[in-house]
C-alpha cells in the first residue's frame, strides 16, 4: 500500500512538472523570463525538466485494443475527446473498462 501511494505521489508530481513545462515552451517566453514571472527557479524548472524527459526515454508505448461490448438497452452516458482521440462510453459500462479508456486516453 504504501508503495502505491508513493508512485501515486511521484505520477502527480510529473504531471505537474510536464504541464509547466508545456506552460513555459508554450509560452514565446525563455525560461528565465517564464521561472522569473512564475515564482519558479530556474534550476529547480530544468530538475524538473530532466526529470520528466528521462521518464518518457525509459516508458515503453503499449498499445491496447478495446472492443466494445454494446450492453442491451445501452445508451452512450458520455463521450470523451482528448488530444484528437474520442471515447464512447456506454451506460452501464464496468469501471475497470471505464478506467482502462480514460488511461488510454490520458497518454495521447
Known amino acids: 500500500m504504501e508503495k502505491n501511494l508513493q508512485t501515486l505521489n511521484q ?3 510529473l504531471a505537474v512538472w510536464a504541464e ?3 506552460a513555459c515552451r508554450n509560452s514565446g517566453q525563455g525560461v528565465k523570463s517564464w521561472c522569473r514571472e512564475n ?3 530556474e534550476a529547480t524548472f530544468y530538475k524538473w525538466q530532466r526529470k520528466v524527459f ?3 526515454q525509459t516508458q ?3 498499445f ?3 472492443t466494445p461490448q ?3 438497452g445501452g445508451n452512450i452516458a458520455v463521450t470523451v475527446r482528448v488530444a484528437g482521440a474520442e471515447a464512447e462510453i456506454y ?3 464496468d469501471a475497470q473498462t471505464v478506467e482502462l479508456v480514460l488511461r488510454v486516453l490520458q497518454s495521447c
Open 20 to 22: 509547466r513545462i508545456s
Open 11 to 13: 505520477e502527480k508530481k
Open 54 to 56: 528521462e521518464l518518457v
Open 64 to 66: 491496447t485494443e478495446i
Open 91 to 93: 451506460s452501464g459500462a
Open 60 to 62: 515503453q508505448v503499449h
Open 39 to 41: 515564482h519558479i527557479c
Open 70 to 72: 454494446p450492453q442491451p
